[in-house]
């Protein structure tokens, strides 16, 4: 596996930039992603050769050809390849530290590069290897039961009731199929403790309200 960052210093300011509505990455998770559009191929075969870093940033509306990108996404590196008989990619991402996006280069790759800024997000380089203060995971497990219920999805319970709070908190961010707002407001909490109260109320309001039928299931 390719080191993974332990300072600021390591990660470059100019990264690609990989757009991505309803789609997150974090600090210490990690994101499978099936690479096919040209444009990303070209993207991770760069990245592969260099740095292997890549910044996944919701997109805010704009045009689809070239959506309005969020202020903050995340950027992580490519600790998993492999390429498909038709010619995808299949890779996992794992996130490495948040960044603020500060200018969009001018560049003639077919893939888009910013320049970042990972100040105000230097704790994320740092893990959480203790318990979390306060976390009431048995009110986080109901609030999840209600949801993934009423949404007829399933998860894999075992590792749900065993992992840490953080790996479970990240985890159930990235992967429930919340609005592109709410993904964004538990990608933004300032804090592990933020981003679990985040979580628990998005998934009580949820719950509170009839689920859109037509949403997707990504975790079936």
């Known amino acids: 596996m390719p080191r993974i960052a332990t300072r600021i210093s390591d990660l470059s300011e100019i990264v690609p930039v990989f757009p991505l509505s309803g789609v997150i990455l974090l600090p210490r998770a990690q994101l499978p992603l099936n690479i096919f559009e040209p444009r990303y191929l ?14 996944m940033v919701q997109t805010t509306g704009g045009s689809a050809v070239r959506p309005d990108l969020a ?14 008989g038709d010619g995808r990619y299949l890779i996992t991402l794992t996130g490495l530290c948040r960044a603020r996006l500060i200018d969009e280069m001018p560049v003639q790759s077919p893939y888009r590069q910013c ?20 976390f009431d995971r048995a009110r986080l497990i109901k609030a999840l039961t209600l949801y993934l219920r009423r949404r007829e999805l ?57 689920p859109d039928d037509g949403g997707p299931s990504f975790m079936q």
Do not use: H
């Open 154 to 210: 399933e998860i894999d319970w075992d590792t749900a009731d065993q992992a840490p709070p953080e790996p479970l908190i990240n985890s159930l961010s990235i992967a429930l199929p919340f609005e592109p707002a709410s993904k964004q407001l538990l990608l933004e909490a300032p804090s592990l403790a933020a981003r679990a109260e985040a979580l628990q109320a998005v998934l009580e309001i949820d719950t509170a309200i009839d």
């Open 42 to 55: 070209n993207m991770v075969d760069d990245a592969m050769a260099g740095d292997r870093l890549i910044a």
């Open 71 to 84: 202020g903050i996404g995340c950027v992580g590196k490519i600790t998993s390849f492999s390429e498909t």
């Open 115 to 134: 320049r970042v800024d990972y100040a105000d997000f230097e704790d994320d380089l740092t893990p959480d290897d203790g318990d979390l203060e306060g």
